[in-house]
């Protein structure tokens, strides 16, 4: 055979790998693409965890085991569901009747988020920074309520509900 036509199969040759090669490589692209859009759907798909479940039932949980009392939650079926401007938690604790049901109203506690992203809450307490009572009717969404970050302990959370700093 001669030489021109030997380099002519073998340039055809390179072409048919060259070729078959892309057709492979689009494929994969194909193929990576998909995963992409799938895996840009389950990031946007994502929810973050609840703070009210995550952060303030352990709490709850907790202050009800030492003190033997039981809370109240607005909507049993939502769970610990915020609300306002600024998205409060209320937590109201009771003491139990002989017969299990809610008895006498002993304590409430109210959450706000503070900093989620590093998991802390705060507090409100029963001062504003006006100085005047707490009044519903010229702060409906108790935006002038002072508020303490969240103690790291139990014990503290709970004397300031026994002291009646915290609302």
């Known amino acids: 055979m001669s030489i021109v036509l030997e380099s002519q199969k073998s340039y055809v040759n390179q072409h048919k790998i060259r070729d078959n090669k892309k057709i492979t490589l689009e494929k994969e692209i194909e193929s ?3 995963q992409l859009e799938d895996k840009k759907t389950e990031s946007n798909n ?3 965890p609840f703070w009210g479940d995550a952060l303030i039932r352990p709490i709850i949980d907790e202050i009800e085991k030492i003190m033997g009392l039981q809370h109240d939650e607005h909507d049993a079926e939502k ?3 915020p609300f306002g401007i600024n998205t409060r938690i209320n937590i ?3 003491r139990l009747k002989k017969n299990g049901k809610k008895g006498k109203l002993m304590y409430g506690i109210t959450f706000r988020p503070f900093n989620l992203k590093k998991g802390k809450m705060s507090l409100e307490t ?3 920074f006006s100085g005047r009572e ?3 009717v010229r702060d409906p969404n108790l935006c002038d309520v002072k508020t303490i970050e969240c103690p790291q302990k139990i014990s503290e959370i709970i004397n300031l509900m026994k ?3 915290i609302a």
């Open 32 to 34: 990576l693409e998909k």
């Open 46 to 48: 994502l929810t973050a």
């Open 79 to 81: 769970g610990l569901t």
């Open 92 to 94: 109201f604790f009771y």
């Open 126 to 128: 029963k001062k504003t």
């Open 134 to 136: 707490i009044d519903h």
């Open 163 to 165: 002291k009646g700093i």
